[in-house]
């Protein structure tokens, strides 16, 4: 698939403009079909340690968040020679997923998108420590669906099936005390 327009031989699948949701977004400009991969989120690679350097959520203004947690070494900066994909909004009941094969990150199509629909995914942000009021502004949930949560971040209780994942991305995530990471739902086996 071109990475400028989208473009898999089908026609362009899919344009970056403005989003209800917040700033700009990636919209379907044609059907896409259930489970097609769409596009991989790319950026440099880079170290968590790295990531807590560069990006403090604490001292920003407005959170921005591009880093996409892929394992316990690395995690990838869609600020940073990143493509289209870093301009997927977050929704709490999105229409794709983010995969992670062989140590690179896809989104795929997780339902039937009809042409002109804003393509999401639901970033599962993990931010360690406590809990803190400030947090309900500052990740603020505009998705606008029924099943919205309010916060771009995971949900402080989890179902029982996500709570394993979230020890693992909690261990993963015990050095970034303030810094936020996207983490993957789905892990595809090789
Ligand atoms: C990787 S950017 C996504 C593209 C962004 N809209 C832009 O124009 O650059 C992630 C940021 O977009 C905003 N965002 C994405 N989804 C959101 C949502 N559902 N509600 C509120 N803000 C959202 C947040 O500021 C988040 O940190
Ligand atoms: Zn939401």
Redesign the pocket.
């Known amino acids: 698939m071109s990475e400028k327009n989208g473009n898999n031989g089908n026609g362009r699948a899919w344009v970056v403009r403005k989003?209800p949701?917040?700033?700009?977004?990636v919209f379907a400009l044609r059907d896409i079909p259930k489970g097609t991969r769409i596009i991989e989120y790319r950026g440099e690679r880079i170290s968590p340690d790295e990531g807590d350097e560069r990006y403090d959520d604490d001292s920003m203004e407005?959170?921005?968040?591009?880093l996409f947690n892929v394992d316990e070494e690395t995690v990838i900066d869609?600020g940073v020679r990143g493509n289209a994909a870093?301009?997927?909004?977050?929704?709490c009941d999105p229409n794709c997923q983010s995969v992670v094969e062989d140590g690179r990150v896809f989104i795929d199509a997780l339902k039937h998108i009809p042409e002109g629909t804003e393509l999401t995914y639901d970033?599962h942000l993990v931010r360690t420590g406590r809990f803190r009021a400030e947090w309900r502004e500052r990740y603020?949930?505009?998705?606008g669906t029924r099943r919205c949560r309010g916060l771009?971040l995971d949900s402080p209780r989890p179902p029982k099936r996500a709570r394993r994942a979230k020890r693992v991305a909690k261990r993963v995530a015990k050095r970034a005390a303030r810094r936020t990471t996207r983490r993957a739902p789905a892990r595809a086996s090789r």
């Open positions: 989003s949701i917040a700033g700009r977004g407005h959170v921005h968040t591009l869609g870093r301009f997927i909004n977050h929704s970033y603020a949930c505009r998705c771009l």
